[in-house]
């Protein structure tokens, strides 16, 4: 049957592309790189740039093709790769994808794969070769995420030759937005690359406090607007659907803010900045499976959830001692878990989805379902992405040497600084008036105390020096 584009729908999801492609660029880049310390935020930033740059460029090679052509032999594990090599046809005007251009769905996803490998930069703050972590992302991006995005996004052709995801089709696990693909896949692979990785150095001894909380907040601002994007837009329409997750979205987030920052000061005694931006992404994380499968009540509950079980989760990398730098494991990975696994539970019949959960009425089979699904990723992810950093650390190293680490990976990798000032407070080669007395370089006394919330690193008072430059 012959599809004919609609404009409303086309805009809204070209739209929903940039948003997407805003949330990794600059949302992530800043919501990451504040939460580093000062002499690593560059290197910060440059993983969720070079993720943006290298995807991109596998996208168009056979990425596209691989997670959303014909699964190869009907088993729904891999797409073809060559079916749509180079996107070769797709710009014809017959080129239509429900009631939009194919292109448009193509450009869409692509800001899917981009953020998916961008979110695993987090865990592996202040101390990874950049080298090593564009080799990890290109094999990382054809070996584990286009794969089990096939999984959990792809469906059957239609004529139903070809059967596509087998998350998506035999399990019929519910993913609306990527919970199973994106978050809990990042989530395991994080976890997995720290362990081969190591801690950074003063990890459990020294305060590893954020250097720049205005950047993480700024950050979590601008991934909360691009989520509409990555949920609403996941509609692919300009319809009821998109409501629906659109006010799922706003409800789960909110509730999440709360939920964090009610545990955070019954706990600590703080209701921190840190911690609203951090309940922010929890709360996104969680309602992004679920966006179209549950009432907005039922997105509160999540949202609730989710914000309270990772402003609790982040604290175990220290009694497990694993270094998940910026809590990728314990915000991305606990949160994609619960929302896919709430959905078991709360999703609501009268739903776009249709499916009813345990509570209401619908009984334990959309709950294994979505525990079969999120399991699945989980393990695949983890156990594969253990073996590609084995073999990464073996062959060229992924760790930078420790005095590296101790200058800054900024100075050491990229030959820049975040903040090129001299100890006197001016810029480094502004002209020294004359007459005029050096200031004694007195370092301000900081206003904040370390919590055990405050999981990054305080602001450096010793000057980086690029090497080349001259003081």
């Not at 999981?455 to 690029?466: D, G, V």
Request: proline share 5%; aromatic share 8%; glycine share 12%.
């Amino acid at each position: 049957m012959e599809s004919t584009i609609n404009t409303g729908d086309t805009a809204w999801v070209l739209v929903s592309a940039a948003f997407v492609l805003m949330m990794t660029v600059p949302g992530l880049a800043l919501f990451y790189g504040g939460m580093t310390r000062v002499k690593a935020v560059l290197n910060m930033m440059m993983m969720s740039f070079s993720a943006l740059a290298v995807v991109g460029v596998l996208w168009v090679l056979f990425g596209y093709s691989l997670t959303f052509g014909d699964s190869i032999g009907g088993r729904g594990l891999v797409g073809n790769p060559l079916e749509f090599a180079g996107l070769t046809g797709l710009m014809s005007e017959s080129a239509v994808s429900g009631t939009i251009p194919t292109l448009a769905f193509v450009a869409f996803q692509s800001a899917f794969a981009i953020i998916a490998v961008a979110l695993i930069s987090g865990a592996v703050a202040d101390r990874m070769k950049f080298s090593a972590w564009l080799v990890f992302a290109v094999i990382w991006a054809v070996v584990v995420y286009f794969p089990v995005a096939h999984w959990v996004f792809a469906f059957s052709s239609e004529d139903g030759s070809t059967v596509g995801g087998w998350i998506a089709n035999r399990i019929e696990a519910l993913d609306f937005a990527g919970g199973t693909a994106i978050h809990i896949n990042a989530g395991a692979a994080a976890l997995a690359l720290v362990l081969v990785l190591g801690k950074r150095h003063g990890f459990g001894s020294e305060p590893l406090r954020p250097h720049n909380l205005p950047f993480v907040m700024m950050g979590a601002a601008l991934l909360f607007v691009g989520w509409f994007g990555f949920n609403a837009g996941s509609a692919l329409g300009a319809n009821t659907l998109a409501a629906v997750a659109f006010v799922n979205t706003i409800a789960a987030t909110a509730a999440a803010v709360i939920g964090w920052l009610v545990l955070e000061r019954l706990r600590d005694g703080h209701a921190t900045s840190l911690g609203a931006a951090s309940g922010v992404v929890a709360g996104l994380v969680g309602i992004t499976p679920a966006a179209n499968s549950v009432s907005p009540l039922g997105a509160l509950a999540i949202g609730l959830i989710c914000g309270a079980a990772s402003a609790w989760a982040v604290r175990l990398k220290h009694r497990l001692g694993y270094d998940d730098s910026l809590d990728v494991v314990g915000v991305h990975m606990v949160s994609g878990l619960i929302g896919t696994l709430l959905i078991g539970l709360l999703a609501d019949p009268l739903s776009p989805a249709g499916v009813a959960g345990l509570v209401h009425g619908g009984g334990p089979d959309q709950l294994w379902r979505q525990a079969i699904g999120a399991l699945a990723v989980m393990v695949f992810s983890f156990v594969v992405t253990l073996v590609i950093a084995k073999i990464l650390d073996v062959t060229m190293g992924l760790r930078i040497p420790t005095e590296a680490e101790a200058m800054g990976i900024d100075t050491h990798v990229h030959a820049e600084s975040g903040y090129d000032f001299n100890p006197f407070g001016g810029r480094v080669g502004k002209p020294v008036q004359a007459g005029v007395p050096t200031p004694t370089a007195t370092p301000a006394a900081s206003p904040r105390t370390e919590t055990p919330l405050t999981r990054t690193s305080p602001p450096e008072t010793a000057t980086l020096k690029p090497e080349g430059s001259v003081q």
